[in-house]
């Protein structure tokens, strides 16, 4: 069966300074992986996922099949990115959607 | 286009009731997906329909379940409701089974007292 492991809960982070929010799965085929996020008062919403190997809003995440890892990154922490994020793994085509128990990021000013 | 609309949007039950959670999906889309949502486990996957068929189930009790219209329209049943099935229960729709990109709806929150 799929996991999703988000190891933190919390990450707190200074504008300007970077942002590396963990994600780790075990499935022993080939996932697809997701980014969703949460804004304060929003409805979760796709944020990137690793196929497109796009960057959204600063954002970018590299999937390491090596280290089973989908770890999302940002250079430089806008106060606008504090929000809860849920990395996600899909197992096929036809499977659900798992999702990781989620990281708060909280960037001060 | 209008997003994924579910309601009510707040509800207080008391233990032992029944409720019922509706979903209507983005227009056009054919899946539909629930999730409880709690602080303390995320997002934990109810189940999901595809023109009207339960195509995947998740690791809950038979006390949830679901059901799927033509109109793709999804209703969630809880019964003999427990003080821990308080939670956020998130719908989701995509444009047919297995499409990658999930649309969230703004979830109902629901109470047990």
Same mark, same amino acid.
């Given at each position: 069966?799929?996991?999703?492991?988000?190891?933190?809960?919390?990450?707190?982070?200074?504008?300007?300074?970077?942002?590396?929010?963990?994600?780790?799965?075990?499935?022993?085929?080939?996932?697809?992986?997701?980014?969703?996020?949460?804004?304060?008062?929003?409805?979760?919403? =796709?944020?990137?996922?690793?196929?497109?190997? *796009?960057?959204?809003?600063?954002?970018?995440?590299? #999937?390491?099949? &090596?280290?089973? $890892?989908?770890? =999302?990154?940002?250079?430089?922490?806008?106060? *606008?990115?504090?929000?809860?994020?849920?990395?996600? #793994?899909?197992? &096929?085509?036809? $499977?659900?959607?798992?999702?990781?128990?989620?990281?708060?990021?909280?960037?001060?000013? | 286009?209008?997003?994924?609309?579910?309601?009510?949007?707040?509800?207080?039950?008391?233990?032992?009731?029944?409720?019922?959670?509706?979903?209507?999906?983005?227009?056009?889309?054919?899946?539909?997906?629930?999730?409880?949502?709690?602080?303390?486990?995320?997002?934990?996957?109810?189940?999901?329909?595809?023109?009207?068929?339960?195509?995947?189930?998740?690791?809950?009790?038979?006390?949830?379940?679901?059901?799927?219209?033509?109109?793709?329209?999804?209703?969630?049943?809880?019964?003999?409701?427990?003080?821990?099935?308080?939670?956020?229960?998130?719908?989701?729709?995509?444009?047919?089974?297995?499409?990658?990109?999930?649309?969230?709806?703004?979830?109902?929150?629901?109470?047990?007292?």
């Amino acid at each position: 069966a799929q996991r999703v492991t988000q190891p933190e809960k919390l990450l707190s982070v200074f504008k300007g300074a970077p942002v590396e929010l963990k994600c780790n799965y075990s499935y022993s085929g080939s996932p697809e992986l997701f980014w969703y996020v949460q804004y304060s008062r929003q409805r979760l919403q =796709l944020l990137l996922r690793h196929i497109s190997r *796009e960057s959204i809003k600063g954002f970018t995440a590299d #999937l390491n099949k &090596g280290e089973t $890892s989908f770890h =999302l990154k940002k250079p430089f922490a806008q106060e *606008e990115d504090s929000a809860m994020y849920y990395c996600a #793994l899909k197992a &096929g085509a036809n $499977s659900k959607l798992t999702f990781g128990k989620g990281i708060t990021l909280s960037v001060r000013p | 286009k209008a997003g994924v609309t579910q309601t009510p949007r707040y509800l207080i039950k008391t233990r032992g009731q029944q409720v019922t959670l509706s979903c209507s999906p983005i227009s056009g889309h054919r899946s539909v997906s629930w999730y409880q949502q709690t602080p303390g486990q995320g997002l934990q996957f109810l189940f999901e329909y595809f023109s009207e068929t339960q195509r995947n189930k998740g690791n809950f009790p038979g006390r949830f379940s679901g059901r799927q219209f033509s109109n793709s329209r999804s209703e969630m049943n809880v019964s003999t409701l427990e003080l821990g099935d308080s939670a956020l229960y998130l719908c989701a729709s995509s444009f047919v089974q297995g499409y990658t990109e999930a649309f969230f709806g703004q979830g109902t929150r629901l109470t047990v007292v």
